[in-house]
């Protein structure tokens, strides 16, 4: 995502630790439409996810990824908007209280790689979320952790930041898209760049 592009601040993988890596689906996958269900126990198999997730999320590099990413289709997000990924946030069945103003900033999308757009979201928000040691929370925020998160709950509602562009912008970018993955070839050089 955004600021110059939410993308573009991890650059680095956080831990030492060997955690494989999560395959990302790519738009237009009909997979990334799904609704996700909430999650009801945080047990050591979702501790495990949740750390699968942040290091994909190091690794593409990101800062925000959801499960519906990964084809998991749990109500689960993990996020770090610190400059030294060194603040990993999880957001377990998480849900905005509170949404205020209106704020615009450019967004991207490890399931849309190479495309940046701005977006028009809620300024401030108030969340209540469940973290990784099954504790509920509540926390505001504003910026680009605001973004963040409205952008990977969205995900989990099977709703993408194109879903926000005109029709036609949105349809440009899924060609481009279905072309990279078909023909494999460099982003950059594919023309009709959105
Ligand atoms: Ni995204």
């Known amino acids: 995502m955004p600021c110059p ?3 573009e601040f991890c650059n680095r993988n956080r831990l030492g630790l060997t955690v494989s890596l999560l395959d990302i689906l790519y738009y237009p996958d009909s997979q990334l439409r799904r609704n996700a269900a909430p999650v009801d126990n945080v ?3 979702m501790v495990s996810l949740i750390d699968q997730m942040l290091e994909t999320m190091y690794a593409a590099p990101g800062i925000g990824l959801a499960a519906t990413q990964v084809n998991i289709h749990q109500r689960v997000v993990v996020i770090d908007v610190s400059e030294e990924n060194d603040t990993p946030m ?3 069945n998480p ?3 509170l949404s205020e103003g209106v704020g615009e900033m450019q967004e991207g999308c490890l399931s849309i790689p190479g495309v940046y757009e701005t ?3 809620s300024e401030q928000i108030k969340v209540a979320a469940i973290d990784r040691e099954g504790n509920p929370f509540e926390l505001e925020a504003d910026g680009l952790l605001s973004v963040c998160i ?3 709950i969205d995900h989990l509602n099977g709703k993408l930041f194109v879903d926000y562009l005109s029709p036609l912008k949105r349809n440009r970018i899924r060609k481009r898209l279905e072309r990279w993955i078909r023909d494999g ?3 950059d050089e594919l023309p009709d760049r959105p």
């Open 43 to 45: 047990d050591g198999k």
């Open 119 to 121: 977006v028009k979201r």
């Open 185 to 187: 070839a460099d982003l």
């Open 150 to 152: 409205q952008h990977e």
């Open 5 to 7: 592009s939410l993308l």
């Open 95 to 97: 849900e905005i209280l």
């Open 90 to 92: 999880t957001f377990i």
